[in-house]
């Protein structure tokens, strides 16, 4: 709670910095390579990461491009945590991961890099673009 309260104050700011740069990631990103999560207009998200997933032709291939990309920078990545969860045995009961395609789409072909309000757009900017050269 202590240090919470610390970091109340620049709230505000990070989230307005997390805001501007998610922004600059998704504007330009090539949506025939990947999904652009689209802003909803009465509802201001503070979005935690930077989304890729892709789509298209040769997903397989792509993924593995993107991954080895953020590995030559030392980009840290993460796969969704909502994947397709009915691939977790303890999940396995409720449903097969076959009929939800989405998700299968999701865990298959997604991944998010952290959204660090420390980050400057210019190399927001640099990845997006990196990421529409593949």
């Known amino acids: 709670a202590y240090c919470g309260l610390l970091n109340a104050e620049k ?3 990070h989230r307005e910095k997390r ?3 998610y922004s600059a990631f998704t504007h330009d990103l ?3 390579k990947y999904i652009v999560i689209e802003e909803r207009p ?6 935690f990461c930077l989304p890729i997933i892709l789509q298209g032709f040769n997903k397989t291939k792509n993924i ?3 991954k080895n990309l953020l590995d030559s920078f030392g980009i840290e990545r993460r796969s969704f945590i909502s994947g397709n969860m009915l691939r977790q045995k303890c999940y396995q009961k409720h449903g097969d991961y076959k009929e939800f395609p989405v998700a299968e789409h999701i865990n298959n072909y997604g991944l998010y890099i952290g959204l660090y309000p420390s980050l ?3 190399k927001v900017i640099g990845l997006r673009e990196k990421l529409n050269k593949l």
């Open 11 to 13: 709230l505000k700011d």
């Open 19 to 21: 805001l501007l740069l």
């Open 30 to 32: 090539d949506s025939n």
């Open 42 to 47: 009465r509802v201001k998200d503070v979005p």
């Open 64 to 66: 593995n491009k993107v």
């Open 120 to 122: 400057s757009p210019k």
